[in-house]
């Protein structure tokens, strides 16, 4: 069974630098066609895809968001490290981490619950 | 990069009627990488359809996905109560669309 797990501050001051773990279990990160995402979502506002790892630790990032997001594997086999710099308060949002199937299809098919981040003074 | 539009933006329905959520590309997309997404209020989303056509496990068959090249369909044929949520669509795992909600009329 497929689960991931997000953590990380719940407040962060503005111009600081965002940091978020996924814990993640039921799956390796090292198999073929296998991907983490993460996906953040300001209240009451859509989806908006941020960043893929992949099994090959080739890495994708949001054009809009490129120059100020990290994503990489953790020292745990287990866990996804995903940063923002330079946060603001639109950056407020839920953020999801996702694991991903890449092959014949893709798609996020197990999804964390999400943690609130919210950025403010 | 792919922008997805999605229509209408809120489609207002009575239970037992047909829902047609439209996800339009800014430029061809390989229905293989063609996915769309329930979300209710306060849930993580939950994958309905992947490869533009093929529900996810346990998906009712009440859920149809189809379309090709830049014009994609999600059709809900008959709608239950629990069918009532935000639906987005996405490509290649990376750009979402801007959400369709379904609400009860």
């Known amino acids: 069974q497929i689960t991931l797990k997000e953590s990380g501050p719940t407040l962060v001051k503005p111009t600081q630098t965002l940091t978020l773990t996924c814990t993640f279990s039921?799956?390796?990160?090292?198999?073929?066609?296998?991907?983490v995402g993460w996906i953040r979502q300001p209240p009451g506002k859509a989806l908006e895809w941020l960043s893929l790892i992949y099994w090959d630790d080739d890495k994708r990032y949001s054009p809009s968001l490129r120059s100020r997001l990290t994503i990489t594997k953790g020292t745990s086999e287990n866990q996804v490290v995903f940063s923002m710099t330079n946060v603001d308060p639109v950056d407020t949002a839920t953020y999801y981490c996702?694991?991903?199937?890449?092959?014949?299809?893709?798609?996020?098919?197990?999804w964390g619950q999400g943690t609130l981040v919210t950025v403010s003074s | 990069e792919i922008v997805l539009t999605q229509s209408p933006g809120t489609l207002s329905l009575s239970p037992g009627e047909r829902a047609t959520l439209s996800c339009r590309a800014s430029q061809s997309v390989s229905s293989s990488h063609l996915a769309w997404y329930q979300q209710k209020p306060g849930q993580a989303p939950r994958l309905l359809i992947y490869g533009a056509s093929s529900r996810a496990t346990g998906i009712p068959d009440r859920f149809i996905g189809s379309g090709s090249g830049t014009d994609f369909t999600l059709t809900i044929s008959r709608l239950e109560p629990e069918d009532f949520a935000v639906y987005y669509c996405q490509q290649y795992g990376r750009a979402f669309g801007q959400g369709t909600k379904v609400e009860i009329k």
């Open positions: 996702a694991h991903l199937v890449y092959g014949d299809s893709t798609y996020f098919d197990y």
């Open positions: 039921g799956f390796s990160l090292s198999t073929s066609g296998v991907g």
